[in-house]
């Protein structure tokens, strides 16, 4: 049969503008946190991450905020880029057997217009 | 250093028959993970190798295996194939999966099953 694509949420920014992306999380247990970025054709990428004894915590040009009480991650990219654009995707991890072991939110497609 | 190489990058296969694909992790890296990506599931944890052990597996049915090597690259088999196994393919490889930071993800096989 034919596939359905999965339509994601889009975020369409202009050039130099913050974007903020939004992902919530259902277990409580998950003490990790992780944004990813993903080009077209490549796979996911590392962007930043976060562990659950913290609320905010900066990279360069990226910050990401947890609110454990309503299970939410944000990601903030500043003065975005045409480069920046791709899905994003956060991540929530328990640990298990000495790793971490991930959810995938649905993603968010991030359109940086120049 | 070299990335995650996965082969092949992509392929076709018809539905009943069975493949495999095949991870090679960064030089030093223990750990392999898999993970599948589909427009209607999103990105959905399938298992974890380390040091030939499958340590950790994700809700996928017995289809669905693998096997790690003594120089840590990875394999992974789906037998009788069904349509809905047409999927991205990334494996994702880790010096220390312990510490976190999710892994360096390969570009993915795109298998279509026909």
């Known amino acids: 049969g034919e596939s359905v694509g999965l339509h994601l949420p889009t975020l369409s920014v202009q050039e130099g503008d913050n974007s903020i992306i939004n992902c919530a999380y259902s277990n409580s247990a998950s003490d990790y946190f992780i944004w990813y970025k993903q080009e077209s054709g490549k796979g996911p990428q590392f962007i930043i991450d976060i562990r659950s004894n913290m609320d905010k915590r900066q990279g360069q040009r990226v910050t990401v905020l947890l609110n454990k009480t309503v299970k939410h991650l944000s990601l903030q990219i500043a003065a975005t880029q045409p480069g920046d654009s791709a899905v994003y995707f956060c991540a929530d991890t328990v640990r298990s057997g000495g790793s971490y072991i991930p959810t995938f939110g649905r993603g968010t497609s991030l359109i940086v217009h120049p | 250093k070299a990335g995650v190489t996965q082969t092949p990058r992509y392929l076709i296969k018809t539905r009943g028959q069975q493949v495999t694909l095949s991870c090679s992790p960064i030089?030093?890296?223990?750990?392999v993970s898999w993970y599948q990506q589909t427009p209607g599931q999103g990105l959905q944890f399938l298992f974890e190798?380390?040091?030939?052990?499958?340590?950790n597996k994700g809700n996928f049915p017995g289809r669905f295996s693998g096997r790690q090597f003594s120089n840590s690259r990875s394999e992974m088999n789906v037998s009788t194939l069904e349509l809905g196994d047409s999927a991205l393919y990334l494996c994702?490889?880790?010096?220390?999966?312990?510490?976190?930071?999710?892994?360096?993800f390969g570009s993915g096989t795109r298998l279509t099953v026909v």
């Open positions: 994702a490889s880790s010096g220390d999966p312990g510490t976190g930071g999710g892994g360096t």
């Open positions: 030089s030093g890296h223990r750990s």
């Open positions: 190798y380390f040091s030939e052990t499958q340590r």
